[in-house]
């Protein structure tokens, strides 16, 4: 049935300096149900906005998947803060929770406990505008708040003024073990080749876990990644259950004003040098990779068909296809593809689509049995979705690659990639090990044992 929600009145007040990452990272780890959607500004539109969720004020507790939803895209709509993207809930959807929508056997063995779903309402938030240089104190006054906008906004200034307490910490030499042999892998790379060439599928994205152990606070984890690398979709989950640090460049998709929305499949990694000839031959490399090429085309098919599901007829397009997108360490390539829904067609968009096309493979359902047969591990949170729910019919959600779980002093980071009928096993392995040291490079000589 959802929840009630009524918004009495706001304020929106502009604040005299901006929050700069370490300041925003330290903030929402110094409060559990605090979240941080950080973007590093670095591409147009992508990286317009970062949002601090300040004040949670209760977790949502759904009977079930479906009542889930229907809270989700159930948000008011507001007057008077038309363009403000405000996360009213915020959290994260687990991959498994695909077995809700489909039916699909679930991998054995799990690495970390988690819920399926953890979603928090807040009233109070910093918008930061990386484009215009500004940030904003949006306070709403609820049914829900507990406390009045003035005392929160004294509290919150108080807070994001104060300044930073000294902490620089030497991240050291770890060994990372990731949960699989290397033969595994081939094994699995073989062996998901052979069933495409049977026909029982055209691509399947293969992943694995790795995992980690640091006394390292999470938020300074995640301040430290994105210092020196970029993602236009991060986020900081600080929940009781599990911190996550989600270092995503990926939006799974968005809504805006509850009817248009677009979704940006990323296909395609090569690594970046530091030599600008090498780089553009790289750059024509992975342009002309047929592998990669072929590996976009079948997943940007497989997105606009979902799309398609519940989109109104004819208004499903690919806007832009096979784009060049720059990161500090590799190049990726992306589409755009968007579509126009009726007002209520959020929830059966959303069971369209999830989960994303581009860590599933095509056909969606084959891949992902595929999946649960030769992943030993549940992805948990990895490749699910992490994002929010916001006014006036706004959404935005990432798919969470590139990401941890933590509970305690071990973290989970989990790598893959999408397999076709062209794959290289050993390539592949090397792509994942791109990947994976995308995010060990913030600690000193990392190195990855596997079983």
Request: some cysteine; charged content about 25%.
């Amino acid at each position: 049935m959802g929840i009630d929600i009524k918004v009495n009145k706001f304020l929106v007040e502009r604040m005299g300096f901006v929050p700069d990452l370490g300041k925003l990272s330290f903030v929402a780890g110094s409060k559990k149900g605090r979240i941080l959607f950080y973007s590093s500004g670095l591409h147009p539109f992508h990286g317009r906005f970062s949002i601090l969720v300040l004040n949670p004020l209760f977790s949502l507790a759904p009977e079930s998947f479906e009542e889930l939803l229907k809270t989700l895209f159930s948000t008011p709509k507001i007057s008077g803060l038309d363009g403000i993207p405000l996360p009213l809930f915020s959290g994260w959807i687990n991959y498994e929770c695909n077995r809700f929508i489909e039916k699909v056997e679930q991998s054995p063995k799990t690495t970390v406990e988690v819920p399926d779903f953890h979603f928090v309402f807040s009233d109070s938030f910093v918008l930061i505008d990386n484009f215009e240089k500004k940030a904003e104190l949006v306070l709403l006054d609820t049914n829900h708040s507990q406390t009045s906008i003035e005392e929160r906004k004294k509290e919150f200034l108080s807070e994001l003024e104060s300044p930073l307490p000294a902490f620089e910490r030497d991240l050291g030499n770890i060994k990372a073990k990731a949960l699989i042999s290397k033969k595994r892998y081939i094994d699995s790379i073989d062996e998901i080749r052979r069933r495409i060439g049977e026909g029982d599928v055209y691509q399947v994205n293969f992943t694995y876990p790795i995992k980690i152990e640091t006394e390292t606070p999470s938020w300074y984890l995640f301040y430290k990644y994105l210092s020196k690398n970029h993602a236009d979709y991060a986020a900081f989950i600080n929940s009781e259950e599990t911190e996550v640090l989600s270092l995503s460049p990926e939006c799974f998709f968005r809504i805006e004003n509850g009817i248009k929305v677009s979704s940006y499949p990323i296909k395609g990694t090569i690594k970046k040098e530091s030599d600008i000839e090498k780089n553009e031959l790289l750059k024509k490399e992975l342009l002309t990779s047929e592998k990669d090429l072929a590996e976009l085309a079948m997943i940007v098919d497989l997105i606009r068909n979902d799309i398609g599901k519940t989109a109104i007829p004819g208004s499903v397009k690919v806007e832009h296809h096979c784009e060049l997108m720059e990161f500090p360490t590799l190049f990726h390539l992306y589409s755009t593809v968007c579509g126009t829904i009726s007002e209520n067609g959020q929830i059966e968009l959303f069971k369209s689509l999830f989960p994303g096309g581009s860590i599933t493979g095509a056909p969606k359902i084959s891949a992902m049995k595929i999946i649960a047969q030769l992943e030993e591990h549940k992805r948990n949170i990895y490749t699910g979705a992490i994002g929010f729910c916001g006014i006036n019919g706004n959404s935005v959600f990432n798919i969470p690659i590139r990401t941890v779980q933590r509970k305690g002093n071990t973290l989970i980071y989990s790598t893959g990639g999408g397999i076709t009928w062209g794959s290289d096993p050993q390539k592949e392995f090397e792509e994942t090990m791109v990947k994976a040291r995308a995010f060990l490079n913030i600690f000193d000589d990392p190195e990855i044992i596997f079983e």
